[in-house]
């Protein structure tokens, strides 16, 4: 019964924090179409990017046929009627015939429109094209929320308005048809490279995440964190920060992998000694690092390959020397915090074996291991996903305990399909968004009011964009935040002498961050209500133990060797190891805890070797080792001394 009301606490929780997660649910034959109509479109997505050949405006409209008629089925126009149903309402179907009419009528005319009439349009176009941008932003208030669909509003509107704009921000406006042709009919609008990328690359690699989760992955990752550090001071919290980050790389979402991994997780590390604020705070940050975290990025990376044109492995190179130490810091927090107040491990007994972990679900890792090898041979990442995907159903039957068969296949592809609504639709939402800036130059317009406003500084204008990506991703999915960011600050960064790659990390990191970010800090609110601790004191705290990621991308911005960019790999690893001491040295000042308790004067020494050995300049490195070398003798000497004394009173005693 405890198990049960755990599951529905977690639906719950979900439902509450994460948008994707609110959906209605049918009853009868509603529920049989809604299956139908997902498998149908996981099998057009598997076909058309793997062996069938479809131009690229035609698939991303099928693409958004399935998603706008999937939204308005499952995503109630208003969310306090979340009841199950038999039908749909009556505006769910009034929009899912506009749906059909709008993308239907692109679908058949494109090819007169594009050959026949030499790309000049007949006025029941632009009628076609109000129509689908009408159902564009209903689908995004319902699932996006207000504040995407507003800013989306917003920057529709400023075509128009351009004229009756004061100053820089004004121009000289366009007219309803030129506008409807640009967001509807062309490239750069709705249609554009970001509904592009995901109708592939997130489309594919989300289905590859459903695929993994129903193959027993996440059951194996849960094992062999538990049997690698359960057994450790803390050992609870070390699981949750080393499962969450395994599986954040295959879900993508930081408050769907809070409440799953932590419904488990918090539970334990509240049982073994540690705070519920601290608990749902490390899980909050374990789960947001995923989206950082190669080889399965936040949805944002793909879209990132394509804005600065390059593979998707450079994307996955980059990212690993700020994942790895954002993760080491948050593991060195959690051991600092659990010697601090005298935790202790779980007891053997109740820790599997790792050999036996390995010998049961060992097999379950071939997939990634296939993604990798193929993503680092040179395949495209649309194959590595279809092949890996495919590697996934083939490993599960090694065994028979994770053998998928039919029934797992097609929940899988329904699972998958279903995950993929939220982020492309919130892909569609901002296409108006890049064809404005397309058409008004906007981005331009407002990237030189940033320069002026930094004083032609690259710290002070990687400030503001920190503060934009920030608040931003507070109120929008990480991956729209990053896509308007991208769009308008990482261009002036690349202007004012920070490499591309660089550039677009920077504003990717702080959207994702934005997850634990107080005021609106979703991934930790979600774990506070799985803790029951208070939401802001948990955001708060999250902040704080996730302070590497918040200070890593001023240095790679900075200095591109910690993203494998530099003059050579020796000198990244060597930033690696250096960077990896900083933090270990940032997460014993953040604890006042290395080898026992600090004193003010210790926790100064530790911040100041954080700072100069994440920084990959040689000489700052050495200086910092030698300060931290510092810390650690003084804590023997004087831990030796406290020794002494108690020995002496003892013996005085």
Same mark, same amino acid.
């Given at each position: ?25 049918? #009853? ?36 958004? *046929? ?85 800013? @989306? ?13 004061? *100053? ?10 030129? =506008? ?6 062309? $490239? ?21 995440? @459903? ?40 879900? *993508? ?28 705070? =490390? ?9 950082? @975290? ?8 793909? &879209? ?16 690993? #020397? ?28 109740? &820790?599997?074996? =790792? ?10 890792? &071939? ?130 002498? @920070? ?7 920077? +504003? ?76 270990? +040295? ?27 050995? &994440? ?5 700052? $490195?050495?200086?910092?080792? =030698? ?12 831990? +030796? ?13």
């Amino acid at each position: 019964m405890s198990q049960l009301n755990t599951s529905a606490n977690t639906e719950e929780l979900l439902k509450q924090y994460d948008s994707e997660a609110r959906t209605r649910e049918y #009853i009868g034959i509603m529920a049989k179409v809604v299956t139908a109509v997902a498998l149908i479109w996981a099998l057009f997505q598997i076909y058309v990017n793997s062996f069938g050949v479809l131009e690229a405006i035609k698939m991303r409209a099928w693409h958004l *046929g399935f998603l706008l008629i999937l939204t308005f089925l499952l995503y109630p126009a208003n969310k306090k009627k979340m009841k199950a149903r038999k039908l749909p309402t009556v505006w769910d179907i009034t929009c899912i015939l506009l749906t059909l009419y709008s993308v239907g009528y692109l679908l058949i005319t494109y090819d007169t429109f594009a050959r026949d009439r030499a790309g000049f349009h007949v006025e029941m176009d632009y009628l076609v094209g109000a129509i689908g941008l009408f159902v564009v932003f209903e689908a995004s208030r319902r699932i996006a929320g207000y504040t995407l669909t507003i800013i @989306a509003a917003v920057f529709l509107a400023y075509n128009f308005l351009g004229p009756y704009i004061p *100053g820089m921000l004004g121009h000289a406006g366009y007219s309803y048809e030129r =506008v409807t042709d640009i967001m509807w009919w062309g $490239s750069q609008g709705l249609f554009g490279i970001t509904l592009g990328v995901s109708a592939t690359y997130i489309f594919m690699f989300v289905l590859f995440g @459903a695929f993994l989760k129903n193959s027993g992955f996440t059951d194996f990752i849960n094992d062999i964190a538990l049997a690698l550090a359960g057994w450790t001071a803390g050992g609870p919290a070390k699981v949750s920060v080393i499962g969450s980050g395994f599986m954040g790389m295959v879900n *993508g979402s930081a408050v769907a992998n809070v409440v799953t991994t932590g419904a488990v997780t918090i539970p334990l590390m509240k049982k073994t000694g540690y705070s519920s604020r601290f608990a749902a705070a =490390v899980e909050a940050v374990a789960s947001t690092g995923g989206q950082i @975290a190669p080889p399965v990025m936040g949805a944002a990376a793909f &879209i990132m390959a394509e804005f600065i044109g390059v593979p998707y492995t450079k994307i996955i190179l980059a990212a690993i #020397i700020p994942a790895l130490v954002y993760y080491i810091a948050l593991f060195m927090v959690v051991h600092f915090e659990a010697k601090k107040i005298g935790l202790k491990g779980i007891s053997k007994e109740n &820790i599997p074996n =790792v050999v036996q972990v390995l010998k049961e679900g060992g097999h379950l890792t &071939i997939p990634i291991i296939v993604l990798l090898g193929l993503l680092f041979t040179g395949v495209t990442p649309l194959y590595a996903a279809t092949f890996s995907l495919l590697a996934t159903v083939v490993a599960s039957w090694f065994r028979k305990s994770t053998r998928m068969g039919l029934k797992q296949i097609v929940d899988s592809m329904v699972e998958g399909s279903l995950s993929a609504i939220a982020v492309g639709v919130a892909c569609a939402i901002v296409g108006v968004v890049v064809g404005t800036v397309s058409l008004t130059s906007v981005g331009l317009t407002l990237g030189n009011n940033i320069l002026q406003l930094s004083g032609g500084s690259l710290v002070f204008a990687a400030i503001l964009t920190m503060f934009i990506s920030i608040v931003l991703g507070m109120g929008i999915p990480a991956t729209a935040a990053y896509i308007i960011v991208a769009t308008i600050s990482a261009p002036l960064l690349v202007q004012l002498g @920070a490499p591309p790659l660089a550039a677009h990390l920077f +504003a990717f990191f702080y959207a994702s961050l934005s997850n634990i970010t107080p005021p609106v800090a979703l991934a930790a609110y979600a774990a506070a209500g799985l803790s029951g601790a208070n939401p802001n004191a948990v955001g708060f705290l999250a902040t704080k133990l996730g302070l590497t990621g918040f200070i890593i991308p001023y240095f790679f911005l900075f200095n591109p060797v910690l993203l494998f960019d530099g003059e050579s790999y020796v000198h990244s690893f060597i930033a690696l190891i250096t960077a990896s001491i900083g933090v270990v +040295a940032l997460a014993g000042g953040l604890q006042g805890w290395v080898l026992n308790k600090t004193n003010w004067i210790q926790r100064i020494m530790l911040f100041a070797t954080a700072f100069l050995m &994440i920084d990959p300049n040689i000489v700052l $490195s050495i200086i910092g080792f =030698v300060v931290f070398l510092a810390v650690i003798i003084w804590q023997k000497f004087s831990s +030796a001394e406290k020794q002494e004394d108690l020995s002496k009173t003892e013996a005085s005693g």
